[in-house]
Nanobody, 121 residues
Framework: QVQLVESGGGLVQPGGSLRLSCAAS????????MDWHRQAPGKQRELVAT????????NYADSVKGRFTISRTGAKNTVYLQMNSLKPEDTAVYYC??????????????WGQGTQVTVSS
């Protein structure tokens, strides 16, 4: 019901910055929260950041707290992940997820295709 497309990944040097974007389409009105996950090679999937519909409730993994910022537009069509002070250990495929709710389907999660972030000299 919700389609997500991530963009903004790429290759950056340690200490650099990237801004990831996630564009949502479909049943946008059903979105109640959006998240960023990441999957690094040889590592478990990690929930990086969460933002609720209001935009006032955000949560971050300890590993990115103080460096990453999640935000969304007022139209709620796009969520961003501003990543600063990037470290090699931030290298991963980053996935945008949308948590939705409607009466017919209940709670659901939709995933984007992922965008690669590589932090290396």
């Amino acid at each position: 019901q919700v389609q997500l497309v991530e963009s903004g990944g790429g290759l950056v040097q340690p200490g650099g910055s990237l801004r990831l974007s996630c564009a949502a389409s479909g049943s946008i009105r059903s979105i109640v929260a959006m998240d960023w996950h990441r999957q690094a090679p040889g590592k478990q999937r990690e929930l990086v950041a969460t933002i609720t519909t209001s935009g006032t409730n955000t949560n971050y993994a300890d590993s990115v707290k103080g460096r990453f910022t999640i935000s969304r537009t007022g139209a709620k069509n796009t969520v961003y992940l501003q990543m600063n002070s990037l470290k090699p250990e931030d290298t991963a495929v980053y996935y945008c997820t949308a948590r939705t709710y409607d009466v017919e389907n209940g709670f659901m999660s939709s995933w984007g295709q992922g965008t690669q972030v590589t932090v290396s000299s």
